[in-house]
């Protein structure tokens, strides 16, 4: 008798066990469902490009941190690496020589900037150079600093503890890969260690949840979805690419989070095309107020800017 109850509390376990087991993997899978759906975004989506170009340098932690102070829901930067294989938040594979100084004060000068690949170079070299004291024409009411180009651990490290001390809400990093075929191991790595070295640091950092993998280049898309199939992805479109929705997504293979064109691209048609294929739709790079609200009353999901400050508060 002994024996017997024993057996039906074993079978009983083992059905309890079962059944949670089953529960966990459901819900896991609902919640990367939900995660790769978008749904976890803001209702709508105040984006600052590369922090907020218009009024701090590019890419740098003070730009994220003034972009943070804006009120953005998401970080906008892009990701390269140097060549001791660390994520360096840059956009040009090079020093550009429009916003850097050189180690000896002096501005680049032409022909000088694609010698300075930062592919090329390890990651103490890249501090050598100043990309934050330069003026910039096109940027008038940029401010001017001298600061460096950030690693992407660094960049992260400095906003969630700005965000603890000031007790603001946590935003979202949307990073971009910045790569080509054309310039596979001579800019860049190969997409699947560009990849890999990009998500060492966002899983490291355990912000998965709050991160977007944005890229102009489908076969980075396709490694994420392929390896890390929880992470939010956005496909990056030019204005000249006049390819159908429909073929782009067939193209990639899978259909992304974000369809993320320029914004004068932005039709009512194309909204029902992402609409009916469950995407999220996030222009770039609007920079004028009465786009930014042309562009909220059309129904996109988000804008991407350079000047946070356009953004209703």
Same mark, same amino acid.
């Given at each position: 008798?002994?024996?017997?109850?024993?057996?039906?509390?074993?079978?009983?376990?083992?059905?309890?066990?079962?059944?949670?087991?089953?529960?966990?993997?459901?819900? /896991?899978?609902?919640?990367?469902?939900?995660?790769?759906?978008?749904? !976890?975004? $803001?209702?709508? *989506?105040?984006?600052? &490009?590369?922090?907020?170009?218009?009024?701090?340098?590019?890419?740098?932690?003070?730009?994220?941190?003034?972009?943070?102070?804006?009120?953005?829901?998401?970080?906008?930067?892009?990701?390269?690496?140097?060549?001791?294989?660390?994520?360096?938040?840059?956009?040009?594979?090079?020093?550009?020589?429009?916003?850097?100084?050189?180690?000896?004060?002096?501005?680049?000068?032409?022909?000088?900037?694609?010698?300075?690949?930062?592919?090329?170079?390890?990651?103490?070299?890249?501090?050598?150079?100043?990309?934050?004291?330069?003026?910039?024409?096109?940027?008038?009411?940029?401010?001017?600093?001298?600061?460096?180009?950030?690693?992407?651990?660094?960049?992260?490290?400095?906003?969630?503890?700005?965000?603890?001390?000031? /007790?603001?809400?946590?935003?979202?990093?949307?990073?971009?890969?910045? !790569?080509? $075929?054309?310039? *596979?191991?001579?800019? &860049?790595?190969?997409?699947?260690?560009?990849?890999?070295?990009?998500?060492?640091?966002?899983?490291?950092?355990?912000?998965?949840?709050?991160?977007?993998?944005?890229?102009?280049?489908?076969?980075?898309?396709?490694?994420?979805?392929?390896?890390?199939?929880?992470?939010?992805?956005?496909?990056?479109?030019?204005?000249?690419?006049?390819?159908?929705?429909?073929?782009?997504?067939?193209?990639?293979?899978?259909?992304?989070?974000?369809?993320?064109?320029?914004?004068?691209?932005?039709?009512?048609?194309?909204?029902?095309?992402?609409?009916?294929?469950?995407?999220?739709?996030?222009?770039?790079?609007?920079?004028?107020?009465?786009?930014?609200?042309?562009?909220?009353?059309?129904?996109?999901?988000?804008?991407?800017?350079?000047?946070?400050?356009?953004?209703?508060?």
């Amino acid at each position: 008798m002994f024996f017997r109850n024993d057996m039906k509390f074993i079978f009983s376990l083992v059905l309890w066990t079962g059944f949670a087991l089953c529960s966990q993997g459901k819900a /896991k899978l609902d919640r990367i469902t939900k995660m790769n759906n978008g749904d !976890s975004l $803001p209702a709508f *989506d105040k984006e600052g &490009h590369r922090g907020c170009r218009g009024l701090m340098p590019e890419n740098t932690i003070p730009a994220m941190l003034r972009a943070l102070d804006l009120g953005v829901t998401t970080l906008e930067m892009d990701a390269h690496i140097t060549k001791d294989r660390m994520v360096i938040i840059s956009h040009d594979p090079y020093f550009n020589q429009a916003i850097t100084t050189k180690p000896d004060g002096q501005y680049l000068e032409p022909g000088e900037e694609k010698k300075l690949l930062l592919f090329g170079m390890n990651y103490v070299e890249t501090q050598l150079y100043d990309v934050g004291l330069k003026p910039y024409a096109r940027f008038p009411r940029q401010e001017k600093i001298s600061v460096h180009k950030p690693l992407l651990s660094d960049l992260i490290d400095s906003v969630e503890n700005y965000c603890a001390r000031k /007790k603001i809400r946590l935003p979202f990093y949307n990073i971009e890969t910045k !790569s080509t $075929p054309e310039t *596979d191991l001579i800019n &860049h790595p190969a997409p699947d260690e560009f990849v890999n070295l990009l998500m060492s640091v966002v899983l490291s950092k355990h912000i998965q949840d709050r991160t977007i993998i944005q890229s102009f280049d489908p076969r980075t898309l396709q490694v994420l979805h392929r390896k890390y199939p929880s992470i939010m992805t956005a496909l990056l479109i030019e204005g000249t690419n006049r390819i159908p929705v429909d073929d782009q997504i067939k193209q990639l293979g899978f259909i992304p989070t974000i369809y993320s064109p320029d914004y004068t691209m932005v039709n009512d048609s194309l909204l029902v095309k992402c609409r009916a294929l469950n995407m999220k739709v996030i222009p770039w790079t609007v920079d004028d107020k009465s786009n930014i609200e042309r562009l909220k009353k059309m129904g996109v999901d988000g804008i991407i800017t350079d000047y946070p400050d356009l953004f209703d508060p």
